[in-house]
Each structure stands twice: as C-alpha cells, then as structure tokens.
C-alpha cells in the first residue's frame, strides 16, 4: 500500500491509500456538512442538496449525468448522515479520469428551479417510504428527543413541511456556505494512478474559494426517561435506547466498540442468549456509533407487545449484570476477532476501504492501514472492555417504545 | 478470473466442492447449500426448513448450544445462512488459517445436529415471531406475496412456512425430515478467497466422506393458472407497494444472455429506462426496479415501485407500459451501456469472497456448472439489439401477476 496525500492551493486535501494489486479504483467526495449543520427551517436541505448534486451542471443536462456514469460502468452512490455527505464510487481503472472529472463537475451543480420542483417530489417519497419502516423511524425519534438541543437531535430527512417550503435559493446559500474546497477532501483508494488525479483534481477545482466553514461542537445534555409513541401502524413492539458514549476522536472508542459488541452482537453476544436464542425478541442488538465530538450507545429490540416490558427491562438489566460481574476473557475475545474479521471484509475492495480511508482523515487527521485498523480492534483487553463498560451511564439514558402499547417503565 | 483459479471436485457420496482462488485475499469464505428448502418441505408442515437451521446451531456434535456459539465466535467467523426457497444455506467468512476448523465445527452443525426436545418450542416461537415481523416489513411482505400469487408449484410458498405448519411439527417430525433432506447427494460447498485446494479437499474428504444419502427432489416450477391481481389492504401505510411478476427463460436457456441484457436496459445502472421514466422524469417514486430472478428450471422477472397512494395508479401505469415497450426495440447505447455495466459488475464482486462464493454456488446449482469471467464476457458480447429483439419478440412481457399492498386497490391495465 502507498499513502497519498496533497493539499492543494485552494485548500482542498486529496489522499488515497493505492493497491496496485486490486482490480478496480474507488474515489469520493467527502464534504463535512450534514443534518447537524443545519437551521430549523431549511431541515432537510444537506440531503436534498446530495440530491441535487446528481441534477447536472452549467456544462451538463441531467439526463446526461446517469448516462456518463453508466456508460462507464461505475457503481456510485451519495449518503447524507448528520455529520458527513459523501459522493462517491468506484470504477475500473481505465475510467479513473472520466469519474473523476465527472464528479469533480457534479460538486458545482445548477440547481435549476425545474429539476428542484421534480425532485423535492422524490425525497417527499423517500420520507414516506422510511415512515413505514419502524426501526428507522423509532430511532430518528429516540434520537432527536435524547440529544434535545444539541444539533444532533437534526432529522437527516426533515419533515415534509420543511422539504415543500424549502426554496431554491435556500438551498444555494446552504450549497454555498458548506461545499467550500477546505470543507471537502477528495479521496481515492486502490487502483489508482495518482499524478494525473492530482494534475485533473487542480484543473477541475481551480475555480474553487475557500470559505468559513464553521461547525458548532457543543456538550450534550442528555434528555433522560421512557417515553411511548403508541401507533396500532405498527404489528411488533420497537424499544430504542439510548446513552452518552464516546466521540471520533476519543481513544477510548475501541474498547467500547469491543464491550458493545459483546453485549449486542447479532449471534452469541449477551443479548443472543438473553433475548434472542430463547425467542423473547426476535431481533435486539446493542452497538456504540462514534460521531464528530460525540458518542453514543444505542440498544434496540423488537417483540410481541404483551412481552414490551420484560424485554425493555432486560436491555436494561443485561447491562447492569455485565456492568456487575464484568465480561469473560472469552467473551471479549469472541468480540474482537468477529470485528476484526468484519474489518478484512469490509476492506476487500476499494471501495470499502474508501470509507475508511476517507472517515480517519475526516475526523482525526489520521493516516491507518488495515493492519492498524485491526491491531488496536484486537488490543483492547478484557480489562479496558470492561472498565469502559463499568463507566457506562445507565441514568443518562433514554428509552423510547413504539407500536402497539400503552405503557412502559 | 482463468480456469486455473477455478476448481471443483465431486465426491462419491455426491456432495460437490467448488473453490476459487481470489490472489492476494486475507479471507476466506465458504458456503454449504443443503437440499432441503420450502418447496421440499412437507405439505403439513410448511416450516420445517426454517426450523432446522434454526435448530442446527442449538447443540451438535459433543457441543452444547453455547460451547458451539463461542467456538465459531473464537474464529472470528462472520455467520451467514438460511433457509431459502430450494434449499438452506450456512457458513460465513474468516481469516484463511481458520478454514479447516470452521469446517469442521460445520460437519457437526450439518450432520450431528442434537435435535433437543428441550428446544423445539423455543424454534417454533423463534420461527412465528418471524413471520409476524414480516407485517412491519412492507416491501419484504410484498414480495412474500408475490412469488405465492405467482407460482402455483410450492416455489410459491414462503421460506418462513405457515403458522399452521410450524405450529403442527413435533421434534419427531422433524428429526425424520433431518435424516431425509440433509444429505450430500446435490449438497454443494463453496469457498472463495485464500486456501490450499489439495488440502481442501481432503479436509473436507475427511469432514464429510462418510455422509451418504440423497435428499427427495425439487418439484417442477409451475405457473400454470396464477393470480394475475392480488391486492392486500393496509390503510395506515405511508407508501403503496408495487409488485409486477411475468415469466422469462431459464439461466440455462441458450438465450438468456438476450433476456439478461433486456432487463439491464430497463433497470441496471441510473440511466436505464425505469428509473429515467419513472424517477428522474417524473418523480413518481425513490425506487423502482427490475431484476431477472431464477429458480432451477425456470425464470422470471421481477419489477417493484414504492409511491404514495394519490400516485400510485400512474406509477404502476408507468412501470407496465415500459415493459410492454421493451419488444419495440432497444438501442446500441443502451446494450453498450448494459454491457460495461454488467462486466464492471462482475469485476467487482471478483474483489469480494463473500459475493464470489454466493455466485459460485448459485451458478453450480442452477446450470450445473460455474461460468468463468471470459464465459460471460464472451456471451454478453454476442448481444445486439437485434438479438435482444428476436428473443423479446419470442418471449414478450406480459400476463403480468400483480400485487399492491397498501390503501389504495388499483387497475392493471394491460
């Protein structure tokens, strides 16, 4: 493996990790804006600008932008998160140039009035679709009570008040504001020949101005209890639960990576054998999410409605009793190795290592191989695992049930 | 991918192994196909599939259920499997050096299962909660529906069985069904990724070379007499579910190629016709698409939009009138388009043994054989709109089986 990386004059970083051995090049567009850096009232607008993003530019009509990524066969894709909005894809590596001028050109986008009215219909859509997805739905909600009036309480989609009101110009401001050079790093990773990226990057960006690109990282204040959202929509009852837990930037999340996964882990964790081998949930898992100077734990499970309580008290007793009596050697090396297994998968292609790559830049500046990656997985000791987990605020949380009930404690 | 990475050996008990070598991969992963699936299961006991693989991880061998989970968690080992309409799957993907072990945990899993009587119960409550789970899960309810309203065989029933099915099986019955349907006859084990084939092979000679038995077989695929419109109410969904099923040729049908590149012309990459027409232009949906589909012996098509109801009409419109349109014709920038996307595909899944080793034995099972690279590169260069033409005009869409889940019933104009 190579590392790659140049700061070019307008403030854009481009990086990659080159594998002259794969057999295809994946490259992306990682802008630091999200859901987070938004205002109420244009909620919605980082997603739908991914959107837009796909619509053409000065020099292209729409229609044409599916074409061209077709018509080299390039699997591409975007996704918005509360913190990050990444465009990215992946190609054979006699089409690196054509990708790469073509989403170079894409990060410029029209935004024509016409395309906007069209596509505020797609997202409208979208927003349905996830409205019928229970888990998605319970965990957008436990997720904006929990972290109150901290900016990642932002609902990633918005509402479909705030996408029908949203106007055009709105939308260039926001555009203008965030996708400054600075605020963007274009990635690449595997096969890739990286000169001729840099010399086309240059070309492609020269128009480009740096800009103030502030995001606020402020202290959460958790929002604590039990809340219900009874729905008869819903067949099954959803238990989301949430707690304050480590940031990207802090160390200490490898070890809670390495607890949450023996506590939660689909098959063979704490919860397997509390709630899902003996059938009392027919799905409850437990994991911890690292964001941009926050962290959090979430635990959910799924079940009958006339099991909602027990099941409710048992992701929470679950983690009392680990908490008490503290995680086997066993257990914690089952986690470590099935992470780490899960990290050489992931990093089989350009394309998984991409996100990878791109995201420890991102956060921390930082250059890692796989090795690294899997290394401080398989460091963590028993002792830090649970150490980490002893730490763990159980009355900082919050526990939120949705479906067919009237009551949860 | 040359011939000299693929390698396949059949045992004399019938089971097959087939193995490709993926250069430089830190994993490896593997994939046991049993011949014991929803379309052998008992009439009266619709289910029994989905039990067993239930059960199979609850004890085997001279290990208890958990001594069994931390020994497959200790390797680190990524479980996939499941009971799917024609047979079961089980395995997963670890770092190389921990094949043989794997392997052998799975001998245990596949032939000395416990069956406790103790955990019959426990599978059954697992495999209803399933079941009722599929209510919050609209597209995936639809599709449920879609293969039993379009197949009048048993490739239309669900490989979650039926409450009545599960719910009348004893651990007796399904100790006799173990016996019957988990043999190696037609079984097959894939591997992709980083091994030694020499020593694969007697690993698994040594594993599995004293397994002996044929499961019955797969009944025929059947369409004669099916559904046509099937609607199923619920008046509180936020999105109409849209399902079109028609029948195709089979992936060995000499001319499947044709039909291959038809259906990556209307949905393959974002510039293909269904999601030009129905997204892009109109708005109309977040996704639709449409994808050949095969059971062994016979094809089909599948096609799915999700829309809000006032919409829903028009979308379905829209969606059956572009599959009527494809015997007009296509063009040679679609079938250029098609092509690269379908062979960059490809290249793509040789980085990943998780998506070579499915490909390899879905191949040896539906053809009998696994296609190389160049195979397919070659077949698909033979395509040209004239071709796809001649064979759309043969086999045109249509008589198309139609499900809607959601509040609105609608028209199938045709």
């Known amino acids: 493996m190579i590392y790659d990386r140049i700061e070019l004059e307008n403030g854009l970083e481009v990086l990659g990790e080159r594998n002259p051995d794969a057999k295809s090049m994946a490259l992306g567009y990682f802008v630091r804006t999200g859901a987070r850096d938004e205002t109420p009232e244009i909620s919605g607008v980082s ?17 044409r932008v599916n074409l061209e990524f077709d018509e080299i066969g390039a699997k591409y894709n975007a996704f918005t998160s509360d913190e990050n909005t990444v465009y990215y894809g992946a190609v054979l590596p006699e089409h690196q140039s054509r990708l790469l001028g073509l989403f170079g050109d894409l990060m410029r986008p029209s935004l024509r009035e016409e395309d906007f009215n069209t596509e505020k219909k797609v997202i409208l859509e979208e927003i349905a679709m996830y409205e019928d997805r229970p888990t998605f739905t319970l965990m957008d909600k436990t997720q904006e009570w929990f972290f109150g009036s901290h900016p990642l309480a932002n609902s990633v989609l918005g509402t479909p008040q705030t996408i029908t009101d949203l106007q055009r110009d709105q939308m260039l401001a926001y555009f203008n504001r965030r996708y400054a050079p600075n605020n963007i790093k274009l990635v690449l990773a595997g096969n890739y020949d990286w000169e001729s990226a840099v010399e086309q990057a240059r070309e492609i960006t020269r128009d480009w101005r740096p800009d103030d690109t502030p995001r606020e990282i402020p202290g959460v204040q958790p929002q604590t209890g039990v809340r219900v959202e009874r729905t008869d929509k819903f067949n099954r009852v959803h238990l989301c639960w949430i707690a304050p837990g480590y940031s990207e930037q802090d160390e200490r999340r490898y070890a809670a990576d390495v607890a ?73 090396n089952g986690a470590r190795r099935k992470l780490a297994a899960g990290r050489t998968l992931h990093a ?8 990878s790559v791109g995201m420890n830049w991102v956060y921390r500046r930082e250059v890692m191989t796989l090795d690294d990656e899997i290394d401080r997985t398989l460091a963590v000791t028993a002792e830090e695992a649970n150490a980490i987990l002893r730490a763990l605020p159980l009355e900082q949380s919050a526990l939120m049930g949705m479906g067919p009930l009237e009551e949860l404690q | 991918m040359s011939d000299s990475r693929l390698h396949t050996h059949t045992y004399d008990n019938g089971l097959t192994l087939v193995a490709e070598a993926i250069p430089n991969a830190r994993a490896v992963a593997f994939q046991f196909q049993i011949p014991a699936g929803a379309v052998t299961d008992p009439q009266d006991g619709q289910g029994a599939c989905s ?18 989970s931390d020994a ?47 955990q019959a119960d426990t599978a059954k409550t697992i495999a209803m909660q399933r079941i009722a789970a599929l209510e919050d899960n609209p597209s995936q309810k639809l599709f449920v529906y879609l293969q039993e309203a379009f197949f009048t065989s048993p490739h239309g029933r669900s490989t979650l069985g039926t409450p009545e099915g599960i719910g009348s099986l004893t651990i007796e019955r399904l100790r006799e069904d173990h016996a019957q349907r988990y043999r190696p006859m037609n079984s097959i084990l894939g591997v992709a990724g980083s091994f030694d084939w020499e020593e694969l092979v007697r690993t698994v000679e040594r594993l599995f070379g004293e397994w002996a038995g044929e499961a019955p077989p797969l009944p025929q695929p059947e369409t004669e007499g099916r559904k046509r419109y099937l609607h199923l109410p619920k008046e509180d969904a ?59 012996d016979s094809g089909l098509v599948l096609a799915y939009a999700g829309t809000t109801p006032d919409r829903s009409q028009d979308t379905l419109d829209v969606l059956l009138a572009e599959l009527k349109r494809l015997p007009e014709g296509v063009t040679q920038e679609e079938v250029d388009r098609a092509r690269t996307g379908l062979l960059s595909t490809l290249v793509m899944q040789g980085e990943s043994t998780g998506g070579r080793v499915g490909a390899l034995t879905r191949d040896l099972f539906l053809r009998g054989r696994v ?41 199938v104009r045709e």
């Open chain 1, 47 to 63: 997603h739908f600008l991914e959107h837009m993003v796909f619509k053409g530019t000065e020099s292209r009509a729409p229609e």
């Open chain 1, 260 to 332: 949450s996964y023996a506590i939660g882990a689909r098959r063979g964790s704490r919860y397997y054998w509390a709630l899902t081998e003996p059938g009392i949930a027919d799905s409850a898992w437990f994991d911890h999410y690292s964001k941009d100077g926050v962290g959090m734990y979430t635990a959910y499970a799924s079940c009958d409605p006339a099991k909602a309580q027990p099941v409710a008290d048992l992701m929470r007793n679950v983690l009392r009793e680990a908490q008490d009596e503290g995680l086997t050697e066993a257990e914690v």
């Open chain 1, 348 to 355: 089989e292609s350009p394309m998984g290592r991409l996100m």
């Open chain 2, 51 to 68: 039990l067993l693989e239930i059960l199979a991880y609850r004890g085997a061998g001279s290990y208890t259920a958990r001594e069994l």
């Open chain 2, 72 to 118: 497959l968690d200790s390797l680190g080992l990524q479980r996939h499997g499941a009971a799917d309409l024609e047979y079961t799957t089980f395995g997963g993907s670890l770092l190389r050096e921990d094949l043989s072990e794997a392997l052998s945990l799975f001998a245990d899993i596949l032939l000395r299962p416990h069956l406790p009587d103790e």
């Open chain 2, 238 to 296: 936020s999105q109409m579910q849209i399902g079109v099923a028609y029948p195709e040729i089979a992936p060995d049908h000499l001319d499947f190629y044709n039909s291959l590149m038809a259906v990556q012309v209307l949905s393959a990459g974002m510039g293909s016709r269904l999601f030009t027409e129905v997204r892009e232009k109109r708005g109309l949906v977040y996704s639709v698409f449409a994808s050949n589909r095969a059971v062994k």
């Open chain 2, 371 to 411: 296609r190389t690279l160049d195979e397919i590169r070659g077949e698909v260069e033979r395509v040209t709109p004239e071709s796809i033409q001649r064979h759309l005009e043969a086999h045109p869409p249509k008589e198309f089986t139609v499900v809607t889940l959601g509040p609105a019933e609608l028209e």
